[in-house]
């Protein structure tokens, strides 16, 4: 599932959909990233949200703009939880992340890469850099399927 999810509030509410779709043997692997120069109270919220309802939690680049990507990982970091640690990573580069997030995964698993949605770029320092959720979601999974 690709989502435009990048506040709490949606991010919450299609976390909250998948757990009514979901079966008790499928996982949920959340990929989940802040903006740079936006409002970075919401970064641990969108971290606890995403590790509390999810199996596993990958944080990630999501437009980082004129901000270093680790750091935003670092301040998102602060809202998890002590029991929810260990089903969290932080890998900064956005399509390492949603390659593990699809390595992870087993048959019927389901994987949210949250966020971007339609956007079709990267911002990071000024520059915009084509990438598309979407596209490098079948990239990946075609070569992992050869």
Known sequence: IVDYAHTPDALENVLKTIDGIRTRNEQVI????CGGDRDKTKRPVMAH?????SDKAIFTSDNP???VPEDIIEDMEKG???QNYKKTVA?????????????LARPN?????AGKGHETYQEIKG??????DMQTV?????????
Not at 30 to 33: A, E, F, H, R
Not at 49 to 53: K, Q, R
Not at 127 to 132: A, E, L, P, R, T
Not at 139 to 146: A, T, V
């Open 49 to 53: 949200i995403a590790s509390s309802m």
């Open 65 to 67: 703009r004129s901000e």
């Open 109 to 113: 698993d389901i994987i949210l890469i």
């Open 30 to 33: 959340t990929v989940v990233g």
């Open 80 to 82: 998890v939880e002590p």
């Open 91 to 103: 890998v900064v580069d956005r399509k390492q992340a949603i390659k593990i997030a699809c390595q």
């Open 138 to 146: 079948k990239e990946i999974l075609g070569q992992l399927n050869k």
């Open 127 to 132: 520059v915009k850099y084509d990438f598309d």
